[in-house]
T-cell receptor
Framework: QKEVEQNSGPLSVPEGAIASLNCTYSDRVSQSFFWYRQYSGKSPELIMSIYSNGDKEDGRFTAQLNKASQYVSLLIRDSQPSDSATYLCAVTTNAGKSTFGDGTTLTVKP | EPEVTQTPSHQVTQMGQEVILRCVPISNHLYFYWYRQILGQKVEFLVSFYNNEISEKSEIFDDQFSVERPDGSNFTLKIRSTKLEDSAMYFC?????????????FGPGTRLTVL
């Protein structure tokens, strides 16, 4: 089983729709969860971090965490073509080491 | 806004050669990391570094790899004898705390091509 698993893509949504990205993790001691956006050939760019169960909202982005189910998700409301990128889920346990998922490629069609 | 910088942006080398990838972390950060990403694959942790020593390293980080903070600003990754499979993007990251709750700031990456 992969340590961090993301829903397989690619994911395509029309402009203005909600994009839903999912991630599960295997290590129950994981405490910190991050969503990054990565454009092709570029470095990961942090979008959201979440540490507690529940929802965390930042503009058009909402992260959801359920530690009992070992599940974290990212919702993008009112998706824009500029949101088209690969979204990486990362889990941090100790000493700041981050374990990344394979990523989900999102395409937002105008 | 402070940022992590990396040089060179692209390095081409012959198999068996040594390469040094350079990073300048954000100035007040104390924890440093190297990650790599083979084309089309996921970002993989290589090593973390704090207080002039390695905190943790992955299975990828074998004897061919070493890290160093030669002065107060640079953080380097050396690959002693490059292999074809070392071709990848290498990202440096830094954070001001080793807490798992702290955001890591990533540099733009160095693309290493081994021929």
């Amino acid at each position: 089983q992969k340590e961090v698993e993301q829903n397989s893509g690619p994911l395509s949504v029309p402009e203005g729709a909600i994009a839903s990205l999912n991630c599960t993790y295997s290590d129950r001691v994981s405490q910190s969860f991050f969503w990054y956006r990565q454009y092709s050939g570029k470095s990961p760019e942090l979008i959201m971090s979440i540490y507690s169960n529940g929802d965390k909202e930042d503009g058009r982005f909402t992260a959801q965490l359920n530690k009992a189910s070992q599940y974290v998700s990212l919702l993008i409301r009112d998706s824009q073509p500029s949101d088209s990128a690969t979204y990486l889920c990362a889990v941090t346990t100790n000493a700041g080491k981050s374990t990344f998922g394979d990523g989900t490629t999102l395409t937002v069609k105008p | 806004e402070p940022e992590v910088t990396q040089t060179p942006s692209h390095q081409v080398t012959q198999m068996g050669q040594e390469v040094i990838l350079r990073c300048v972390p954000i100035s007040n950060h104390l924890y440093f990391y190297w990650y790599r990403q083979i084309l089309g694959q996921k970002v993989e942790f290589l090593v973390s570094f704090y207080n002039n020593e390695i905190s943790e390293k992955s299975e990828i980080f074998d004897d061919q790899f070493s890290v160093e903070r030669p002065d107060g600003s640079n953080f380097t990754l050396k690959i002693r004898s490059t292999k074809l499979e070392d071709s990848a993007m290498y990202f440096c990251a830094s954070t001001n705390s080793g807490s798992m709750y702290n955001e890591q700031f990533f540099g733009p990456g160095t693309r290493l091509t081994v021929l």
